[in-house]
Nanobody
Framework: QVQLVEPGGGLVQPGGSLRLSCAAS????????MAWYRQAPGKQRELVTS???????SYVDSVKGRFTISRDNAKNTVYLQMNNLKPEDSAVYYC????????????WGQGTQVTVSS
């Protein structure tokens, strides 16, 4: 059974930092593309950042220079370090896992709420 478990959300003030983590089980983590999506109320879910098996990363423009995705294959865990947070970063953040050889069968975490507010 595949599980993506995401502790680490919470309330943070503007300009603050938060680190999300996503621990995967039931998959060959090393070969999976991992990503973080987010969805704010009334908005579509958007891809924030991704990291492929070789460690290459990509980011949506709105978070470039502030967010960093990383992975620890030994711990089957992907991280999202979020710095200089803004109110518009408030959303439910979802962990996502994809085997590129099975593009129709992605896995999703349950989501974790991030609220940026003073």
């Amino acid at each position: 059974q595949v599980q993506l478990v995401e502790p680490g959300g919470g309330l943070v003030q503007p300009g603050g930092s938060l680190r999300l983590s996503c621990a995967a089980s039931g998959i060959d983590f090393r070969i999976y593309t991992m990503a973080w999506y987010r969805q704010a109320p009334g908005k579509q879910r958007e891809l924030v950042t991704s990291i492929i098996s070789d460690g290459s990363t990509s980011y949506v423009d709105s978070v470039k220079g502030r967010f960093t995705i990383s992975r620890d294959n030994a711990k089957n865990t992907v991280y999202l370090q979020m710095n200089n947070l803004k109110p518009e970063d408030s959303a439910v953040y979802y962990c996502y896992a994809l085997n590129v050889l099975k593009p129709l069968d992605p896995y999703w975490g349950q989501g974790t709420q991030v609220t940026v507010s003073s």
